[in-house]
Structures are given as structure tokens and as C-alpha cells.
């Protein structure tokens, strides 16, 4: 009698220890998405290898490397030079004032703070850079950051179409408004006023909304 009364005690000591340990394990994992890295935009973000939007052009000496080609050009109703680098590493410098206004990273041979870089996946990118504005952009699935401490300066990630990896990444000054077409064109040698407008080809500028991911 009093071996089956300790059995019983036993087995019910067991059950209420194996429900506390797994109360416990729940609490501290939890649902793994609710727990997922938040991260921050940081002000290096809008730079590459120590070149960041709105520093001079002189900057680009950093670089110790040579542009393949140099294209002036007007861009987004802007006179800019346009240095195309090796490994498709772009940026375009402003006539005006001689600043960077946007550094596009394309190709497979970057790397960005965290260890971003092409093939990266959903779960880094928020765990560096936080939340991100889900769009198109001419047809290519995006994810856009901003933050309020860096007015007027846009993160874009570019996504692959089907399993939604990094491709390729944007960083820009220019206005940012949904579908509306800016020019981009090489104007010949001649005089400016010859110039032709529709030379280039247009580009798409898009507009951030107030809407975040979860």
C-alpha cells in the first residue's frame, strides 16, 4: 500500500517538474519571430568603405582605386560626374557643390557592417538595420530604411525576385516619390543647350510610406 501511494506521489512530482521545466523553456525562447533582433540604421550605413553620401568627391582617393569610367550627366534634373568602379560600384557626385548624392553597390564582392553582402536574408538585414519599408521598384521587390536621425538619406536593399536575398544596394539623397520617372542621360559634347533630354532612357524614384514591417 504504501509502495504504490510513494509511486503515485512519484509520478505526480514528475509530471508537475517536467510541466514547470518546459514553462521555463518556453519563457526564455519564446516565439522565435517575437524575438527577433531589432537593429538600428547607424550613420557609417550610408557609406561604403569609409566614402559616405554627402562627403566630397575628393573623398573617393580613399578608395586607391582608379574609376573605369568617368560620365558627366544629368541625373534626377541634376548635373552630376558619374565614377563607375570595378565590380559594379557606382557613385554619383554632384556638380554644384562637388558631394556625394548617391553610391550604388551592385555585383557579388561587397561587404557592409554585420556581414551584409549579396545572398544575405530577411532575418540579418533587420537585425542590423531594423525595420524596412516592403516595395517595388521598377518590377524588383525592395526593402527600404530610414530613420529620422538621417533626413533625407535612404538605405534601399534590392531583393531577389524569387527567394528574396540581397542583390544589390542603393544609397541615395535624391527624392524618394513612388513611380514618378526622373531623367538620366548623357549629354553629348556639344553645347548644353543641344542637349536631348529623352537621351538616357528614364529611371523610377519611389516614395517611402508611414507603413513599417513587423
Not at 531583393?159 to 548623357?186: A, C
Request: hydrophobic letters at 35%; a negative charge.
Amino acid at each position: 500500500m504504501y509502495e504504490m501511494e510513494r509511486m503515485k506521489y512519484m509520478s505526480k512530482f514528475y509530471r508537475v517538474t517536467c510541466f514547470l521545466l518546459i514553462c521555463v523553456f518556453l519563457m526564455f525562447t519564446g516565439n522565435g519571430e517575437a524575438k527577433q533582433k531589432i537593429g538600428e540604421l547607424q550613420q557609417s550605413d550610408f557609406g561604403y568603405n569609409g566614402v559616405c553620401l554627402l562627403d566630397t568627391a575628393d573623398k573617393l582617393d580613399l578608395w586607391q582605386e582608379k574609376p573605369m569610367f568617368e560620365t558627366d550627366m544629368v541625373y534626377d534634373e541634376m548635373r552630376v560626374k558619374r565614377y563607375t568602379y570595378d565590380h559594379d560600384v557606382t557613385v554619383y557626385v554632384s556638380d554644384k557643390d562637388n558631394k556625394i548624392i548617391e553610391i550604388t553597390l551592385g555585383g557579388k564582392r561587397y561587404e557592409l557592417r554585420n556581414g551584409v553582402k549579396y545572398g544575405t536574408l530577411k532575418t540579418l538585414l533587420m537585425a542590423t538595420y531594423g525595420k524596412y519599408v516592403p516595395m517595388k521598384i521598377e518590377g524588383i521587390p525592395c526593402y527600404i530604411y530610414e530613420s529620422e536621425k538621417f533626413p533625407g538619406l535612404h538605405f534601399v536593399v534590392e531583393l531577389d525576385s524569387d527567394n528574396f536575398f540581397l542583390t544589390g544596394v542603393r544609397l541615395t539623397t535624391l527624392p524618394v516619390e513612388e513611380d514618378k520617372p526622373f531623367r538620366m542621360y548623357t549629354p553629348p559634347d556639344e553645347d548644353p543647350a543641344d542637349w536631348d533630354k529623352d537621351y538616357h532612357g528614364v529611371r523610377y524614384n519611389f516614395k517611402v510610406n508611414s507603413k513599417v514591417s513587423n
